[in-house]
């Protein structure tokens, strides 16, 4: 990060690192994972601090999130690439640890939302995840995820679906409705 | 049954991202359509299960550090090769320190801007502090071994507890230089974040505590008994008012 001059620096240091944690919690739910993240997340401030030069004002966080969300798919089409190509297929869950029979006997409700939630495809998963947990305007994750608003709305709307069935598959779902 | 309404509409509403107008038109339809009530009624209960199982992870504190790592000050690498120099910037540098001083005689000039200021030169000692590398001061949880180290060190005696108890664990202390006197510093640990306490001693009246936040990091700053502290850390600004209550309380 040195290579940014003194100015520069301290803006970036100001507008960007504030939003470390929107960079991580995104990782880890694009990857699955907590070291992965930490791994990408890092990568993506490096690269992010690199650009910094193109970034002309607005919104910062959608900004450092759009390349965090870069440098994720990235990573998943070098390491993970049969994760992308099921994308927006409903009917096939990815090969995650979790299934139904999983979820349900888990037991543990915050352990079966993670599950369910990791079931999804990353293209689905991110948009719930840049909704609920990060509570983006879907302006914002159009301008994250360089789709159109009417995209957004729909592949959010796809996403419940798919989370909810696959919750409401389990047999303990009154439990989580209790948390 | 399938609903036209539902699928046009019915995110956008949940969501509030509807126009005034279009958010009463479906309000209407919502008294008639049983379909939109339940799709309703499993988006809010879905959305309710997210956010209650507090499924945001924040960054680790490893990834904090070596992010904050890349933002060491630049050495001053032409002290080494062109002395002359140097013996300028350190006089320019004395003078400076003395000008401040000097300001600082006059409490009620002590300003918001200042503040910052101050904070801010807290903030990139506690970032120093993070890096990797040696480090001037002792490593111990032991109040009262580190309370001889400091004093010995700083030159002015101050107050060290240890709050293991109530989650803030004494790691150790330190010496540093905030506007360019020294400064005694406090190491704890909550949660797996650390923390600064920077203390020195002050003429100026006791106040409660001020809190602000800077890259990224909180400070709560306190004067009490003719010292000053300045708390620092990644915590949460409550966790940070906690450890001041804990150092206020003390006798």
């Given amino acids: ?179 | 049954m399938k609903c036209d309404f539902a699928d046009s509409f019915l995110q956008g509403y949940f969501d509030g991202e509807l126009s005034g107008r279009r958010a009463a038109e479906f309000e209407r339809h919502l008294q008639h359509c049983d379909h939109c009530a339940d799709e309703l009624v499993d988006l809010d209960w879905l959305s309710g299960a997210l956010r209650l199982t507090r499924l945001y992870e924040p960054a680790p504190a490893s990834l904090r550090r070596t992010i904050n790592a890349h933002f060491r000050p630049i050495e001053p690498a032409i002290a080494v090769s062109q002395p002359l120099l140097w013996h300028w910037l350190a006089a320019a540098t004395a003078l400076l320190f003395l000008a401040i001083g000097l300001w600082k005689v006059s409490p009620r000039l002590r300003s918001d801007d200042y503040q910052a200021e101050l904070a801010g030169e807290i903030v990139e000692a506690h970032v120093r502090s993070l890096q990797p590398g040696p480090i001037s001061g002792i490593a111990s949880h032991d109040a009262g071994v580190v309370q001889g180290w400091l004093d010995r060190g700083a030159g002015f005696a101050l107050p060290v507890r240890d709050f293991k108890k109530v989650g803030f664990t004494l790691n150790g202390g330190r010496l540093d230089v905030v506007e360019g006197r020294m400064v005694a510093v406090l190491g704890y640990e909550h949660n797996g974040r650390p923390i600064s306490v920077f203390i020195w001693p002050t003429q100026e009246p006791d106040t409660s505590p001020r809190t602000g936040s800077r890259q990224g990091f909180q400070w709560v700053d306190w004067r009490k008994d003719k010292m000053e502290f300045c708390a620092v850390s990644d915590a949460t600004p409550a966790e940070l008012e906690h450890l001041n209550r804990l150092m206020s309380d003390q006798p």
């Fill in chain 1, 1 to 179: 990060m040195s290579e940014l001059e003194p100015e520069d620096r301290a803006r970036f240091q100001e507008l960007v690192l504030p939003h470390v944690d929107a960079a991580f919690n995104l990782s880890r739910w694009l990857l699955r994972g907590r070291a992965d993240a930490e791994d990408v997340a890092q990568e993506a401030l490096l690269r992010a601090c690199r650009f910094f030069r193109g970034f002309h004002g607005g919104d910062a966080r959608a900004w450092l999130l759009q390349i965090v969300r870069n440098t994720c798919y990235t990573w998943l089409e070098k390491n993970r690439p049969m994760e992308l190509s099921m994308e927006f297929d409903e009917e096939i869950h990815l090969q995650a640890s979790a299934t139904p029979e999983t979820l349900a006997i888990s037991g543990d409700d915050r352990q079966r939302l993670i599950l369910a939630l990791e079931t999804l495809p990353p293209r689905f998963r991110e948009v719930l995840v840049l909704r609920e947990l990060e509570g983006c305007s879907y302006k914002e994750i159009a301008a994250i995820t360089s789709l159109p608003i009417g995209t957004v709305m729909s592949s959010l709307s796809r996403a419940r679906r798919q989370l909810y069935s696959a919750l409401a598959n389990c047999s303990q779902k009154g439990a989580v409705r209790e948390v």
